[in-house]
């Protein structure tokens, strides 16, 4: 303990998000040399290899990955037990999210534009991923908060409902007007496209199609809600999409919704580990939050 220095963990955890030495040394404002001696300090410190060095980066060991939480946590304290006893009259610092894009999209910019305005000297780190991977940072103290579209039931996570969002088949007018006049089972013979099989949405399709008689043969996984919309949009297909992203293609028609199933519907919510001691502007940010969506 009394060898372990913070520029050490600070060291360690830009390594780990930039997986380079050259880009972490840029993002903290040293020379290269100095985050090389940081890590194998470190190394030496806690006796195990916490980095795999490669030609195209780094990759953490099984002891680096052990490591990662509790850098996390070691200097997320740090800047909590800062902001306590300054007792900070303006809020500030970083705040950590991740959220799944359509959501991103759909329903976070109302809310980050009057946030921001009130508080400008937070910083709002926002990022994108699957529900998996929003889970798996916020059980490995990567992130202060997640946004997920339904209750994990994790006993290490807090779940606040903010929204119940409806999720909906979408096509192009030629496929709709085809199921309707030929059956649901033509969707047999159709694209399914969504973010991939690692997306809740994903799984929740292929689950409805099934008790529809509908076997997905033929899927394609697009990054972006935009680039989905687009494709479906050209007749290539059909995809399950929030409601809400597609309301001016619904007004124009160049999508219309698939009716053989029900709309489907899931609970989106803030989720936070229960054993992470959240910051005074955390608490202050996600009071903020759940005011704004239970307006």
Do not use: W
């Not at 998996?132 to 290490?156: A, S, T, W």
């Amino acid at each position: 303990m009394d060898a372990l220095e913070g520029r050490f963990f600070l060291a360690f955890i830009a390594l780990m998000e930039e997986k380079s030495f050259s880009r972490a040394a840029e993002r903290l404002g040293y020379v290269q040399s100095t985050v090389t001696t940081h890590i194998q300090q470190l190394e030496r410190i806690v006796g195990q290899k916490l980095v795999h060095r490669y030609p195209r980066g780094i990759e953490l060991t099984e002891a680096g990955k052990v490591f990662s939480k509790y850098a996390y946590q070691y200097v997320h304290l740090i800047q909590s037990l800062d902001e306590h006893i300054h007792e900070l009259a303006e809020p500030s610092g970083t705040i950590r999210i991740r959220t799944q894009e359509s959501f991103f999209l759909t329903r976070m910019l109302p809310f980050i534009q009057e946030y921001t305005s009130q508080r400008p000297n937070v910083n709002l780190r926002i990022e994108h991923g699957t529900h998996q991977e929003i889970l798996k940072g916020v059980l490995d103290y990567e992130l202060d908060f997640g946004i997920v579209p339904e209750n994990p039931n994790r006993h290490e996570l807090l779940f606040n409902p903010i929204l119940e969002e409806t999720i909906v088949f979408a096509t192009s007018q030629t496929i709709t007007q085809n199921v309707k006049k030929l059956g649901a089972h033509i969707l047999n013979h159709q694209l399914f496209i969504s973010n991939g099989t690692s997306c809740l949405y994903h799984t929740s399709a292929i689950d409805v199609l099934k008790q529809a008689g509908i076997t997905v043969k033929d899927a394609l996984e697009l990054p972006s809600l935009e680039m989905i919309k687009q494709y479906v949009g050209c007749g290539k297909g059909y995809a399950l999409i929030p409601e809400i992203a597609i309301r001016k293609e619904l007004e124009t028609g160049e999508l219309q919704i698939l009716s053989f199933a029900p709309k489907m519907t899931f609970t989106h919510g803030l989720i936070t580990h229960k054993n992470r001691e959240h910051s005074v502007t955390c608490k202050g940010f996600q009071a903020a939050f759940m005011d704004f969506y239970h307006r």
